[in-house]
């Protein structure tokens, strides 16, 4: 049962991302189909706005309550 779900997840992925199209015809250069290329950098703009969001809200709040704490010398008044 798993290796069907399996062999059943790695054919939907290649067909969403053409990689099956491209090994067959030898251009592995250009592996993917537009909707595959659109997924993977899609994904790519996602985290790393994630990423940004992050480090602005750790920045602005770092969750720290000690004042002597390393986080605290960027908020200083005097920078």
């Given at each position: 049962?798993?290796?069907?779900?399996?062999?059943s997840f790695v054919?939907?992925?290649?067909?969403?991302?053409?990689?099956?199209q491209a090994l067959?015809?030898?251009?592995?250069?250009?592996?993917?189909?537009?909707?595959?290329?659109?997924?993977?950098?899609?994904?790519?703009?996602?985290?790393?706005?994630?990423?940004?969001?992050?480090?602005?809200?750790?920045?602005?709040?770092?969750?720290?309550?000690?004042?002597?704490?390393?986080?605290?010398?960027?908020?200083r008044p005097d920078?």
């Amino acid at each position: 049962m798993a290796d069907s779900v399996a062999a059943s997840f790695v054919q939907t992925l290649e067909n969403i991302c053409g990689v099956h199209q491209a090994l067959a015809s030898g251009s592995a250069g250009s592996a993917g189909t537009v909707l595959g290329n659109i997924l993977v950098a899609g994904a790519a703009g996602v985290v790393t706005l994630l990423c940004f969001a992050v480090a602005l809200r750790l920045l602005i709040r770092p969750g720290e309550r000690d004042s002597n704490h390393p986080k605290y010398r960027i908020l200083r008044p005097d920078r």
